[in-house]
């Protein structure tokens, strides 16, 4: 828990969480924070099992796994290639269109000028590769002087961006437990998009809607395109899926999250919690899994 990425206060409270949930299941758990001497430490701690509750680069983008698949320790949730593949915007789109899953249209900005001859000229959505936790992710409408600053400061802390079309309508998130759906939330937030305020501030008031207004016929199609997101992704254990439903019924994969939220008030265990699996289930699920099966 904890870890180097901008996520490290949401990481230290899944961890927090989880590492309480693991207490009451009668395990021996030690907090491990891996920021220096990672190798030399876990070396030392020599944990029968890693129960990865890290979120953003280094814990969810394959580096962690790495360094745990070299010292042969068993880790929950998702493997080197699928974590790597997952965290990055860009492959993970290239791998949902190969597999016929809908996304939004994107384009690749480098500088400014790819901003031009753009996918959408009214309302687009500018984020990162290889964030979370809607860092760096702005929903531009008209492009102004001032919005074009914005843009630049990114690019120059990025160096790449992805552009895509915004999609008006409802978000769905889905949470795909070893390959099976446990369930979706509808997220409404208060605020202009679902942002770092909507995701964890109380005060932004969010509102989230179990199971979603959507159709029958919606929620089977989501359900099978999750199962068939964390699948082609190679994902293990836990998952979460973000998607926008268009007005038009069209369901739009945004991302597949191979490190969801684990506080108690997190989707993926809120979602649970209403399909009759308690936190504490959930976690001794995730870290069984974890065992040399891949
Ligand atoms: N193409 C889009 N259309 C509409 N809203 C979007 C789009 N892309 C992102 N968003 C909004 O931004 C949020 C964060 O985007 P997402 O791609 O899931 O990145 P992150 O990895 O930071 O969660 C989404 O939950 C959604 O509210
Ligand atoms: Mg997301």
Request: some cysteine; charged content about 30%.
């Amino acid at each position: 828990m904890g870890g180097p990425s901008k996520e490290r206060p949401v990481s230290i409270q899944s961890g927090k969480a989880c590492l309480k949930a693991l207490k009451q299941c009668g395990y021996n758990v030690e907090k491990f924070d891996p920021k220096k001497n990672i190798i030399k430490n876990l070396k030392r701690i020599k944990p029968d099992i890693a129960f990865n509750s890290l979120h953003g680069k280094f814990g969810e983008d394959g580096q962690i796994q790495k360094i745990l698949e070299k010292l042969k320790i068993p880790y929950t949730h998702s493997g080197v290639l699928a974590s790597k593949n997952a965290m990055d915007k860009i492959v993970s789109k290239k791998i949902f269109i190969k597999n016929n899953l809908l996304t939004p249209k994107y384009k690749i900005i480098r500088k400014l000028k790819d901003l031009k001859n753009s996918i959408s000229e009214n309302k687009f959505v500018i984020k990162p590769i290889n964030e979370g936790s809607s860092f760096g992710v702005r929903i531009i409408e008209k492009l102004s002087n001032s919005k074009l600053k914005i843009i630049n400061n990114e690019l120059k802390k990025y160096k790449t961006l992805l552009q895509e079309n915004y999609i008006e309508g409802q978000e769905i998130q889905t949470a795909v437990l070893g390959g099976k759906v446990i369930g979706s939330v509808e997220i409404i937030p208060k605020r202009n998009f679902y942002d770092y305020k909507a995701k964890y501030s109380k005060s932004a008031k969010t509102k989230h809607i179990i199971p979603p207004r959507i159709s029958k016929k919606i929620s089977e199609k989501i359900n099978k395109i999750s199962i068939k997101a964390h699948n082609c992704l190679n994902c293990r254990g836990v998952t979460r899926s973000d998607f926008r439903v268009s007005k038009d019924n069209k369901i739009y994969l945004l991302e597949t999250n191979t490190q969801p939220g684990m506080t108690e008030l997190s989707l993926v265990p809120e979602i649970a919690k209403y399909h009759g699996m308690s936190f504490k289930t959930l976690v001794n699920w995730i870290l069984n899994d974890s065992s040399l099966k891949r």
